[in-house]
């Protein structure tokens, strides 16, 4: 008798989707990995025909692009998914909302053959709001940041303390007030407000920073920004800022983040 070493064939992949996606509410505080646990469960239990790798332990077909972090919110995140029958994409971000946790939302999901490759994503628009500071305190900051060529911070990461240049990165960083833009409407790559929900910008005394920044190795964050600010002036929120991702994609011509 001999041993059946293979692993049961798999099915080919004949659709790829990429699928945008965005993390609100408590989930902002959700890692990378508890995001692609959460979404490997939504696709079984959407009932989704996800294709899977070949090998002893397969695995479902999902690539993410770089998450962001923990304890951030975003409306632009992405990931390639890849089925073996093919499915309309709109039945595919239905299936997937009822399927997900509440703070996960699916907001579009469009077909794409070759999946969604890093170099598309070369660029982020953020949304820092920053509580307890006004515009008028926050803007010599950033016009002293924005006058410098480098800006040295470091942070610590997985592989150790990792230091990075977080002007270099910055495109442009805008310093708006808080109640002027809370209730314009948010529109990716553009700058219209968009607030983090069950956040509240009325008070006045508060600061939205508005920054584009390029994509690096290693990442330069929202965080690394305020790092910064903080060590050419002193400025510094007393409380956590609320970062929201607005959009993510390519560095267009005009300064723009093109999805």
Known sequence: MSANTGSAPTRPAVQHLVVRYAKRGKMRFASHRDVARAFERGVRRAGLPVAHSAGFTPHP????????????????????????????????????????????????????????????????????????????????AVQRFLALEHVPVERLTSKGMRRMDARSAVVTLDVHRADSTADSAGSPGGLGGVVPPGASTADSAATVLRM?????????RPDDVLTALREVSGVAPSVPPLMTRLAQGALGESGVVEP
Do not use: F
């Open 212 to 220: 584009i920044v390029r994509h690096t190795v290693p990442a330069v």
């Open 61 to 140: 077909k999902i690539s993410y692009a770089g998450g962001a972090p923990t304890g951030v919110a975003s409306e632009a995140e992405y990931l390639s998914l890849a089925l073996t029958s093919r499915t309309e994409a709109e039945d595919v971000r239905e299936r997937l909302n009822a399927a997900l946790p509440d703070g996960i939302d699916v907001i579009d999901v469009t077909e794409d053959a070759g999946g969604l490759p890093a170099s598309r994503l070369t660029a982020s628009e953020w949304q820092v709001i920053l509580p307890g500071l006004t515009p008028d305190s926050v803007a010599p």
